[in-house]
Every structure is written in structure tokens, then in C-alpha cells.
């Protein structure tokens, strides 16, 4: 446990010693506020619309301006993951100081864990910034903050998936680019599987949406805690960190 | 201290190391001898539990590189052929890093780190980023990396390639320095390295295992007859190559005089002696009693190649010239 933590600790040193952090912050920072203002723009004017037809039925700021950002913000995330992954094992591997993590008496899964909790504590940071955001209707009104928790954890729930397949795939070639965008092209995978259901509705159609992350993270974003979907996230994790460890066992043999 | 025993490392399409054994004592450098792609890094990425070999055992410091490789590590420092930096740290980041993953912590680390830092002489680049190092200051750091935990054997991939005559001659010095408390294997294709650092060799050919042997055992084996490069100066006019070689050739105890070049009208020869003989004398004395100057006079290094055709006399493919990897000594 202490050489996970030496590692990570030495990860995201490296993370925020470069651009990469702040960069990714930045433009994070931008298009959540984006999105945010729009939901909330849309949200007070249908206020004032409903008030001036003398209509009174309540609006609720969860549903209106909660719900479409953080599904925006999971939407975004998938593009901020290649980012953070592609570098993990790729650079290692490229500059050669691979050589050093494996003749250091630390486990192969030690390794893995560390970078990988790095990876999902720089994502925390990055979606800490859409939680100022949110943070400004406590200010101006009483949003139910259990939803906006719940959420949040199925964002972060999200993100460790997906950093763990890109994890994996960052062990695959010593290029950063082939790393970040075999990981791109694998979180668009995952979230347009969704789509396919607009159009069919036969079983594959349904095993298809149920592999996409959309899907699953729909009822976190409503504020709804199902095992089913946190299952399918963790599980995700699992079997991208597995396939981690078994792609650095066989780097070995290779080599 | 390490023990490797018919170790075999088969890639997809090549053999890189072929049933090589053999056995290194404790406090010992040796030197591990080859050519380009001879296998010298495989087998020291076998021993540093970096790669698991395809047959074959290596125990080091008593533990199996494949059972054991937790324990290994803990015992081995590896410097790498391309010091293992990441450009963004500072040094003392790097060092600090690399203790901690070694197992080191809290005021022993600290300690360790400033040890290390003294006996590399790094002290005046702490802070400095290693992406920002010269190449002599990079190769420093990598072997304060590899001795930080103070491990019993110490693998070095060619430490003084690429480095700067005098950069050479401190880290030849450092790492004899370090003999004794630790058990050393430093590879490189330079037989001088070897025979100005190491006590014993080993040396491998294209995968194989060509010679093992101490240092001075193996320089008396391939010096029986030694080798001496003779330059000769004309005192006045021109310098006849064919009777110059005729009055060497006729000095007792040369058994072969070969002309090299000429240069500026001063001729070079290469000039073998009988074993167990010392010509020098008279050989000095010949040229200047037959009215030339003698240039120069000393033992010819042996190259790589000469010594792997000496070795490997069996296939004696005759004619090849000498590169001059060892150069003048």
C-alpha cells in the first residue's frame, strides 16, 4: 500500500509539474461553465415564463439545471480521459525508465494501483470544478444536495472505469498519441452504443446499450443510487485494470 | 554471489543468450565483455528480474530471479544502458522518489540520499531538472539511483558510454570505489574498461559464452606474444619501407613485422615478438644504429575482434582486418 501511494504521489507530481493538469482544468473549466450557463438560462426563463401565465406549478432546480450538467459533464469527461491516461505506461515505456518501476522491488499491481489512483485523483480535481459551479445555486436557491452527491459519485464511478481501460491500453505501445486515441475511440464507443436504441429495439440492440456508460450513468445523474449500474462501472474498473496487469506481465516475457 | 546456470532467452525470432553459465563471487568486479548484440544486456535484464529467462537459472545473493524477485530486487542496483530519468523532476525529487520505492524512508532515506549524492558528486545539482542535465550528470544520477539502498550487487549497463574522456576516468574510479561492499557486473565492449577496472571478465559472443577468467590469467593468455606498434622517423631524406622492415625483421626474437602507413614520411609498423620475449630494447636500439629516429614505441591493444579470433581460434577465418575499438593503449 505504501509504494501505490509513493507511485501516485509521484504521478500526479508529474501531472501538475507539466501542462497537462491545468491545460485539462482549464478547458474543463470552460465548457462545464458553458453548459452550466445554458442550464440555467433555460431554467430561468421558463421561471419567468410559467410566473407570467399566472401558472404556479414548482420547478424543480434538480431536475432542470442538476441533471443536464452533470450529464454533460460525463459526456465531457469521456473526452478528458485519453488525456489523462495516454501518458501513464506510454512515456514509461518511450523514455525507458520502465526499466526502473520493474527492477524495484515493487509489485507489478502496485505500480497499476498507483498510477491508476492518480489518474482518478486528477479527474476528481478536474470535476471538482464543475462543483463550484453547482455550488452557486446554493446561493440563489435550495437545490436537494443528496442528488448532486449521488451524481457525483456516479461521475467519479465513471471516470475510474474508463481511466482503467485507458490505463490499459497506455501499457499496449510506447506512442502516446496510438495510446490516447485508442482510448478516445473506445470512450466514443461506449457512449454512442446508447444511440442504437433511438432506432432498434431487438436484443442485440439492448446488450449494445447496456454496455454504453450513458446508460448507466442516467439514474446517478437523476439522483438515483442503482447497484446495477454501480456494479457495471466497478466491474469495468476491474477488468481494465486486469487486462492492465496481464499487458505488463506479457510486456515482460516479450519485451 | 550470482550464480546463472544454462540461461537461454529466446525472442520471437532470434536467440538472444544461449545455455550461458557462470558464477561471480562476493566484493568482485567483473567485467562483462562483447560486442554490440552479443546478448551482455539480456542477460543483466535476466538478473535484474527485468525479463524472466526462457530456460535456465540465475540465483542472486541467494535468491531466484524467478521465484524470488521481490528479494532480488531488494538486493540488485541496475543502471541501465539509458539512465532511467524523468525529465521533469529535480534530482533531489528523482533520488527521493527512487529511495522511497526501494523501501527507504524517513531520516535513513535522507541520509541515503545525501550519501549518494556526495559519492556521485551531485551535491551541485540538487535542484536542477533532469531533463536539464548533461550527459555526465545524467549518468551520476543513474548510479545514485542504482546504489541508494545499498544493495549487495550492483549491475551497471555500459557506465561510460558516451562520456567524455575525463568523465570516463571519474566514473571508472567511482564505481572501483564502490567495490567491496558491493558485488559489481559492469558491461561494455571496451577491453581497456576491463582491464583498468575489473578482476575478473567474462566474455560473451553472439549469445554465447566465450571466456571466463580473471583479468591478468587472460591478458597472459593473449599476450604470450605481444604486440608492439614501432614508428620511424628519417633523420635525413626518405625512409625505404621494405628495408626498414627487412633491419626490424632482423632483430632477435621478432617474429613478424607487418608495415601499417605511412605519414608524414615517417613509417608505422606493427611488429609481433615470440612469446615469453622482450624485443624493445633492441628493437629501439636497431633503428637508431641504422641511422633512424624512433617515433615511438609501445604495446598495441588488443581490439575486440583480435581477441574473439583468438579466442574462438577454432573457426579461424584469417585475413580480417583489426577494427581499432581498443585502440592505442
Not at chain 2, 165 to 170: A, G, M, R, S
Amino acid at each position: 500500500m505504501r509504494n501505490v501511494l509513493v507511485i501516485c504521489r509521484k504521478e500526479l507530481n508529474s501531472y501538475f509539474a507539466s501542462p497537462i493538469a491545468y491545460g485539462l482544468m482549464a478547458f474543463f473549466a470552460a465548457i462545464a461553465g458553458y453548459f452550466f450557463y445554458v442550464a440555467t438560462a433555460i431554467f430561468v426563463a421558463r421561471g419567468m415564463e410559467s410566473m407570467m401565465m399566472g401558472r404556479s406549478f414548482p420547478m424543480d432546480v434538480n431536475e432542470w439545471v442538476v441533471r443536464p450538467v452533470l450529464m454533460n459533464v460525463s459526456v465531457i469527461g469521456l473526452f478528458l480521459i485519453p488525456m489523462i491516461t495516454m501518458r501513464l505506461f506510454a512515456e514509461e515505456k518511450r523514455s525507458g525508465t520502465i526499466e526502473l518501476l520493474a527492477t524495484s522491488p515493487v509489485r507489478d499491481i502496485e505500480i497499476i494501483l498507483g498510477k491508476w489512483l492518480a489518474a482518478v485523483v486528477l479527474y476528481a480535481c478536474i470535476l471538482a470544478i464543475s462543483a463550484l459551479d453547482i455550488a452557486v445555486l446554493f446561493l440563489y436557491g435550495e437545490p436537494d444536495l443528496k442528488p448532486i452527491l449521488v451524481g457525483y459519485l456516479g461521475l467519479l464511478l465513471q471516470g475510474a472505469a474508463l481511466l482503467a481501460i485507458g490505463t490499459f491500453l497506455s501499457t499496449t505501445t510506447r506512442n502516446q498519441i496510438i495510446a490516447g486515441t485508442a482510448t478516445f475511440a473506445v470512450c466514443l464507443l461506449l457512449w454512442v452504443f446508447d444511440w442504437i436504441t433511438a432506432y432498434e429495439t431487438s436484443t442485440w440492440a439492448k446488450v449494445m446499450s447496456y454496455m454504453s456508460v450513458v446508460t448507466h450513468f442516467e439514474s446517478f445523474a437523476k439522483g438515483v443510487m442503482d447497484s446495477k449500474d454501480a456494479i457495471y462501472f466497478i466491474t469495468v474498473a476491474f477488468f481494465g485494470l486486469f487486462l492492465t496487469a496481464r499487458s505488463l506481465e506479457s510486456l515482460r516475457w516479450r519485451a | 554471489m550470482i550464480q546463472v546456470e544454462g540461461l537461454t532467452k529466446r525472442y520471437a525470432r532470434t536467440v538472444a543468450v544461449d545455455n550461458i553459465s557462470f558464477s561471480v563471487e562476493k566484493g568482485k568486479i567483473v567485467g562483462f565483455l562483447g560486442p554490440n548484440g552479443a546478448g551482455k544486456t539480456t542477460t543483466m535484464r535476466v538478473l535484474t528480474c527485468f525479463m524472466p529467462p526462457t530456460e535456465g537459472t540465475a540465483r542472486v545473493a541467494g535468491f531466484d530471479v524467478m521465484q524470488d524477485p521481490l528479494e532480488v530486487k531488494k538486493r540488485v542496483g541496475y543502471l541501465p544502458e539509458n539512465p532511467p530519468l524523468y525529465p521533469e523532476m529535480e534530482v533531489v525529487e528523482y533520488l527521493d522518489f527512487v529511495g522511497r520505492i526501494k523501501g527507504l524512508q524517513g531520516a535513513e532515506l535522507k541520509r541515503r540520499m545525501d550519501e549518494v549524492s556526495e559519492r556521485c558528486a551531485i551535491t551541485d545539482v540538487q535542484t536542477k531538472l533532469l531533463g536539464k542535465l548533461s550527459r555526465g550528470y545524467r549518468q551520476r544520477v543513474g548510479l545514485a539511483q542504482a546504489i541508494i539502498h545499498n544493495p549487495d550487487v550492483l549491475i551497471l549497463d555500459e557506465p561510460t558510454a558516451g562520456l567524455d574522456p575525463k568523465q570516463i576516468n571519474e566514473t571508472r574510479k567511482l564505481i572501483k570505489g564502490l567495490a567491496g561492499d558491493h558485488t559489481i557486473i559492469l558491461s561494455t565492449h571496451i577491453l581497456p574498461e576491463v582491464e583498468q577496472t575489473c578482476q575478473d571478465v567474462i566474455i560473451i559472443n553472439k549469445g554465447r559464452l566465450v571466456a571466463t577468467d580473471s583479468v591478468e590469467n587472460l591478458t597472459h593468455r593473449l599476450r604470450g606474444a605481444e604486440v608492439l606498434a614501432v614508428e620511424v622517423a628519417p633523420r635525413d631524406g626518405a625512409l625505404d619501407s621494405d628495408e626498414v622492415s627487412r633491419r626490424l625483421a632482423g632483430v632477435d626474437g621478432v617474429s613478424r613485422v607487418e608495415f601499417r602507413e605511412g605519414r608524414d614520411g615517417r613509417l608505422r609498423f606493427e611488429v609481433e615478438t615470440a612469446p615469453g620475449r622482450s624485443v624493445r630494447g633492441d628493437l629501439a636500439r636497431a633503428v637508431v644504429e641504422s641511422g633512424w629516429d624512433l617515433h615511438e614505441l609501445h604495446a598495441a591493444a588488443m581490439s575486440l575482434e583480435e581477441i574473439f579470433l583468438q579466442l574462438t581460434a577454432a573457426e579461424n577465418e584469417a585475413g580480417e582486418e583489426p577494427a581499432g575499438e581498443g585502440g592505442a593503449a
